[in-house]
Protein backbone atom coordinates (compact mmCIF):
# COMPACT_ATOMS: atom_id res chain seq x y z
CA UNK A 1 0.00 0.00 0.00
CA UNK A 2 1.48 3.18 -0.95
CA UNK A 3 -0.84 4.86 1.78
CA UNK A 4 1.21 6.49 5.31
CA UNK A 5 -0.10 6.67 8.61
CA UNK A 6 -1.94 10.01 9.27
CA UNK A 7 -2.24 11.23 12.59
CA UNK A 8 -5.20 10.73 14.84
CA UNK A 9 -5.45 14.00 16.16
CA UNK A 10 -5.59 15.86 12.63
CA UNK A 11 -8.32 13.56 10.99
CA UNK A 12 -10.86 16.48 11.05
CA UNK A 13 -8.69 18.33 8.62
CA UNK A 14 -9.56 15.51 6.20
CA UNK A 15 -13.23 15.73 6.82
CA UNK A 16 -14.27 19.18 8.02
CA UNK A 17 -15.00 20.38 4.52
CA UNK A 18 -17.72 17.79 4.96
CA UNK A 19 -17.26 16.00 1.94
CA UNK A 20 -19.13 13.22 0.01
CA UNK A 21 -17.43 9.50 1.27
CA UNK A 22 -17.85 6.18 0.23
CA UNK A 23 -18.54 3.98 3.63
CA UNK A 24 -17.69 0.45 3.35
CA UNK A 25 -18.76 -2.73 5.14
CA UNK A 26 -16.95 -6.23 5.19
CA UNK A 27 -20.84 -8.07 4.76
CA UNK A 28 -21.33 -11.60 5.23
CA UNK A 29 -20.72 -12.48 1.29
CA UNK A 30 -18.45 -9.77 0.11
CA UNK A 31 -17.48 -6.35 1.16
CA UNK A 32 -20.18 -3.53 0.15
CA UNK A 33 -20.06 0.27 -0.44
CA UNK A 34 -22.45 3.22 -0.15
CA UNK A 35 -22.33 6.96 -0.84
CA UNK A 36 -22.83 9.27 2.14
CA UNK A 37 -22.95 12.52 2.50
CA UNK A 38 -24.05 13.12 5.83
CA UNK A 39 -21.73 12.81 8.11
CA UNK A 40 -19.74 15.14 10.57
CA UNK A 41 -16.84 15.14 12.98
CA UNK A 42 -18.07 15.82 16.49
CA UNK A 43 -14.76 15.39 18.39
CA UNK A 44 -11.36 15.77 18.37
CA UNK A 45 -9.52 13.25 20.61
CA UNK A 46 -10.12 10.29 19.90
CA UNK A 47 -11.50 11.58 16.65
CA UNK A 48 -15.81 10.94 16.37
CA UNK A 49 -17.90 11.12 13.10
CA UNK A 50 -21.89 11.48 13.44
CA UNK A 51 -22.80 8.87 9.50
CA UNK A 52 -26.51 9.10 9.35
CA UNK A 53 -27.60 6.00 7.06
CA UNK A 54 -31.78 5.06 5.98
CA UNK A 55 -32.52 1.58 7.82
CA UNK A 56 -33.24 1.21 4.02
CA UNK A 57 -29.55 1.40 3.25
CA UNK A 58 -28.38 -2.79 3.28
CA UNK A 59 -25.37 -1.10 5.01
CA UNK A 60 -26.99 -0.15 7.87
CA UNK A 61 -27.34 -3.50 9.01
CA UNK A 62 -24.07 -4.11 7.87
CA UNK A 63 -23.11 -1.92 10.26
CA UNK A 64 -25.67 -2.56 12.89
CA UNK A 65 -24.35 -6.23 12.94
CA UNK A 66 -20.36 -5.64 11.96
CA UNK A 67 -20.18 -2.18 14.33
CA UNK A 68 -16.77 -1.34 11.73
CA UNK A 69 -16.53 0.45 8.67
CA UNK A 70 -14.18 2.38 6.84
CA UNK A 71 -14.89 5.48 5.53
CA UNK A 72 -12.93 6.70 2.01
CA UNK A 73 -12.70 10.13 0.83
CA UNK A 74 -12.62 9.79 -2.79
CA UNK A 75 -11.52 12.56 -5.46
CA UNK A 76 -13.45 14.38 -7.97
CA UNK A 77 -12.08 11.80 -10.51
CA UNK A 78 -13.95 9.46 -8.78
CA UNK A 79 -17.42 11.02 -9.29
CA UNK A 80 -19.21 8.83 -11.41
CA UNK A 81 -18.44 5.83 -9.29
CA UNK A 82 -19.43 8.15 -6.18
CA UNK A 83 -22.63 8.21 -8.02
CA UNK A 84 -22.89 4.82 -9.14
CA UNK A 85 -22.66 3.64 -5.26
CA UNK A 86 -25.27 5.34 -4.07
CA UNK A 87 -27.78 4.37 -7.47
CA UNK A 88 -27.76 0.76 -6.26
CA UNK A 89 -27.25 -2.00 -3.50
CA UNK A 90 -25.01 -4.37 -2.41
CA UNK A 91 -28.45 -6.64 -1.65
CA UNK A 92 -28.12 -7.63 -5.28
CA UNK A 93 -24.39 -5.75 -7.04
CA UNK A 94 -21.09 -6.50 -6.21
CA UNK A 95 -20.57 -2.80 -6.30
CA UNK A 96 -16.63 -2.97 -5.59
CA UNK A 97 -16.85 -4.98 -9.33
CA UNK A 98 -19.19 -3.25 -11.06
CA UNK A 99 -17.82 0.14 -10.55
CA UNK A 100 -13.89 -0.79 -10.35
CA UNK A 101 -13.12 -0.22 -7.06
CA UNK A 102 -10.32 -2.29 -5.39
CA UNK A 103 -10.98 -3.40 -1.69
CA UNK A 104 -7.73 -3.84 0.24
CA UNK A 105 -6.94 -5.02 3.85
CA UNK A 106 -7.29 -2.62 6.57
CA UNK A 107 -4.91 -2.91 9.63
CA UNK A 108 -7.30 -2.45 12.62
CA UNK A 109 -11.28 -3.22 11.25
CA UNK A 110 -12.86 -6.15 8.64
CA UNK A 111 -14.41 -3.88 6.47
CA UNK A 112 -11.79 -2.96 3.74
CA UNK A 113 -9.90 0.14 2.21
CA UNK A 114 -11.06 1.68 -1.04
CA UNK A 115 -7.34 1.76 -2.98
CA UNK A 116 -8.77 4.53 -5.26
CA UNK A 117 -9.82 7.05 -2.78
CA UNK A 118 -6.50 9.21 -1.39
CA UNK A 119 -7.60 8.62 2.59
CA UNK A 120 -8.99 6.12 3.81
CA UNK A 121 -10.19 6.11 7.76
CA UNK A 122 -10.77 2.96 10.01
CA UNK A 123 -13.87 2.92 12.19
CA UNK A 124 -15.96 1.43 14.57
CA UNK A 125 -19.34 2.03 15.99
CA UNK A 126 -19.03 3.75 19.74
CA UNK A 127 -22.76 4.93 20.13
CA UNK A 128 -25.57 3.94 18.33
CA UNK A 129 -28.10 5.45 21.21
CA UNK A 130 -29.20 7.77 17.87
CA UNK A 131 -29.47 4.66 15.69
CA UNK A 132 -33.26 3.94 16.29
CA UNK A 133 -34.48 7.72 16.10
CA UNK A 134 -31.91 9.36 13.72
CA UNK A 135 -30.02 6.54 11.99
CA UNK A 136 -26.95 8.39 13.31
CA UNK A 137 -24.13 5.69 14.31
CA UNK A 138 -21.51 7.61 16.24
CA UNK A 139 -17.87 6.28 14.82
CA UNK A 140 -14.53 6.27 16.07
CA UNK A 141 -11.81 6.77 14.02
CA UNK A 142 -8.95 4.12 15.14
CA UNK A 143 -6.72 4.22 11.79
CA UNK A 144 -6.39 6.87 9.71
CA UNK A 145 -4.86 6.74 5.90
CA UNK A 146 -3.77 9.04 3.45
CA UNK A 147 -1.95 9.16 0.36
CA UNK A 148 0.30 12.24 -0.50
CA UNK A 149 -1.56 15.58 0.07
CA UNK A 150 -4.21 14.22 -1.33
CA UNK A 151 -7.78 14.13 -1.65
CA UNK A 152 -7.24 17.87 -3.10
CA UNK A 153 -10.69 18.04 -4.81
CA UNK A 154 -13.39 16.45 -2.76
CA UNK A 155 -16.68 16.35 -3.83
CA UNK A 156 -20.00 18.22 -2.23
CA UNK A 157 -23.04 17.42 -2.47
CA UNK A 158 -25.23 20.05 -3.52
CA UNK A 159 -28.48 17.32 -4.07
CA UNK A 160 -30.09 15.82 -7.05
CA UNK A 161 -26.76 15.13 -9.19
CA UNK A 162 -25.51 18.52 -8.08
CA UNK A 163 -21.90 18.19 -6.79
CA UNK A 164 -19.36 21.45 -5.73
CA UNK A 165 -15.73 20.61 -5.82
CA UNK A 166 -13.82 22.30 -3.65
CA UNK A 167 -10.18 23.24 -4.94
CA UNK A 168 -8.71 26.57 -3.86
CA UNK A 169 -7.15 27.01 -0.20
CA UNK A 170 -6.94 29.47 1.97
CA UNK A 171 -4.40 30.36 4.69
CA UNK A 172 -6.26 32.40 7.21
CA UNK A 173 -5.30 33.08 10.48
CA UNK A 174 -8.11 31.35 12.53
CA UNK A 175 -7.86 30.47 16.24
CA UNK A 176 -9.91 26.81 15.96
CA UNK A 177 -7.38 23.70 14.94
C1 LIG B 1 -24.36 11.86 -3.47
C2 LIG B 1 -25.08 10.87 -2.60
C3 LIG B 1 -25.10 11.04 -1.24
C4 LIG B 1 -25.75 10.12 -0.40
N1 LIG B 1 -25.74 10.31 0.94
C5 LIG B 1 -26.39 9.43 1.75
C6 LIG B 1 -26.36 9.58 3.16
O1 LIG B 1 -25.74 10.50 3.70
N2 LIG B 1 -27.03 8.66 3.91
C7 LIG B 1 -27.73 7.61 3.34
O2 LIG B 1 -28.34 6.83 4.06
N3 LIG B 1 -27.75 7.44 2.01
C8 LIG B 1 -27.08 8.32 1.21
N4 LIG B 1 -27.10 8.13 -0.14
C9 LIG B 1 -27.85 7.01 -0.70
C10 LIG B 1 -27.14 5.67 -0.54
O3 LIG B 1 -25.80 5.75 -0.98
C11 LIG B 1 -27.93 4.64 -1.37
O4 LIG B 1 -29.18 4.44 -0.75
C12 LIG B 1 -27.22 3.33 -1.60
O5 LIG B 1 -27.89 2.62 -2.61
C13 LIG B 1 -27.12 2.46 -0.37
O6 LIG B 1 -26.39 1.31 -0.73
P1 LIG B 1 -26.52 -0.09 0.05
O7 LIG B 1 -27.95 -0.52 -0.04
O8 LIG B 1 -25.58 -0.99 -0.69
O9 LIG B 1 -26.09 0.17 1.46
C14 LIG B 1 -26.42 9.02 -0.97
C15 LIG B 1 -26.41 8.84 -2.37
C16 LIG B 1 -25.73 9.75 -3.17
C17 LIG B 1 -25.73 9.54 -4.67
Redesign the pocket.
Given at each position: MDKSAFELGRVHQLLEPGP?LLLATAGTQRP????????TMVAFDPPLVA????A?????A?LQRDGECTLNIPGAELASQ??G???????D?D?FTAFGLTPRPAERVAAPLIDECDASLECRVVDSGMVARY?MFIVEVVRAWRRGNGPERM?H?AGWGV?RVSEETLRLPSAMR
Amino acid sequence: MDKSAFELGRVHQLLEPGPVLLLATAGTQRPNVMTLSWQTMVAFDPPLVACVLSARDFSFAALQRDGECTLNIPGAELASQVVGCGNCSGRDTDKFTAFGLTPRPAERVAAPLIDECDASLECRVVDSGMVARYGMFIVEVVRAWRRGNGPERMLHHAGWGVFRVSEETLRLPSAMR
